[in-house]
């Protein structure tokens, strides 16, 4: 089996768009906008082979007809909806995508958005969930529900430790930050926060990360965990440690803050 590889395109202010790569085949995650890829496509002599979309916020769906029109007017584009522009075939909870001998599974991860989704390709262990899990954080409502996105990000934690997490936003030094002020006490994430402000001081992505240090460190992935729920019973004056509810409050206290 050729190996597969995975490039980063960064686009926007913090935004990736991430490239998988084969022998023979290039594929782009979320081109929300589409000259970077192409000078992307150009630079490295690649011939796009296909796209994927998780979800269709503006920045992650922007690029996908003029990049289909001048990089390969075949490429099949794989998302959730035909109301996003260029969308040519829709992928639902079960399917399977073949990247050369690579099979990505398509997961429906709702909760940042009603529709979203997510590939998980468990050889070799990685996951793109567009906006649903971020390194040390997840995702916002827009239109999904609070209990669609507990219930998205238990899923993806039940995945294998070492799975890698690739998200589309380069968010995680906010997002540690405000870990931090949930669990100020813990080592892992005072060690994660200067190693992550070391790569970004090189100009290197905080991302991908693996699914182990985000159990380690992630606090809407550590709800069960007696410093988070005592951290948020605080912070919202709750009496009770039901996991949904204090999922909820941390949400809402990651808006405030």
């Keep these: 089996m050729s190996p597969l590889n995975i490039d980063v395109i960064p686009i926007y202010q913090d935004n990736y768009v991430w490239c998988l790569l084969t022998e023979t085949e290039t594929w782009v995650v979320d081109p929300g906008d589409h000259k970077p890829v192409l000078d992307y496509l150009e630079r490295t002599g690649r011939t796009l082979s296909g796209i994927l979309i998780t979800h269709h916020h503006w920045d992650h769906v922007t690029g996908i007809v003029p990049l289909v029109k001048a990089a390969n007017p075949h490429a099949p584009v794989i ?42 390709l468990p050889q070799p262990g990685y996951l793109f969930c567009g906006d649903t899990l971020f390194a040390a954080g997840c995702g916002r409502l827009f239109d999904g529900t609070m209990e669609q996105l507990y219930a998205s990000l238990q899923r993806i934690a039940s995945l294998p430790p070492q799975t890698q997490i690739y998200c589309t936003h380069e968010y995680t030094l906010a997002n540690l930050d405000f870990a931090l002020a949930v669990e100020p006490s813990s080592q892992a994430l005072k060690q994660r926060q200067q190693y992550s402000i070391q790569l970004r001081q090189n100009g290197t992505p905080t991302i991908p990360v693996d699914l182990g240090t985000e159990l380690a460190t992630n606090p809407f992935l550590r709800i069960r965990e007696q410093s988070v729920q005592q951290a948020v019973k605080k912070a919202a004056n709750l009496q009770k440690s039901d996991y949904f509810l204090i999922f909820s409050e941390l949400r809402k206290w990651k808006n405030r803050y």
């Design 79 to 120: 998302g959730p909806s035909f109301e996003i522009a260029g969308v040519t075939r829709l992928a639902k909870e079960g399917d399977q995508i073949n990247i050369g001998a690579y099979q990505i599974l398509v997961w429906e991860t709702p909760g940042h958005t009603r529709d979203h989704l997510s590939y998980y």
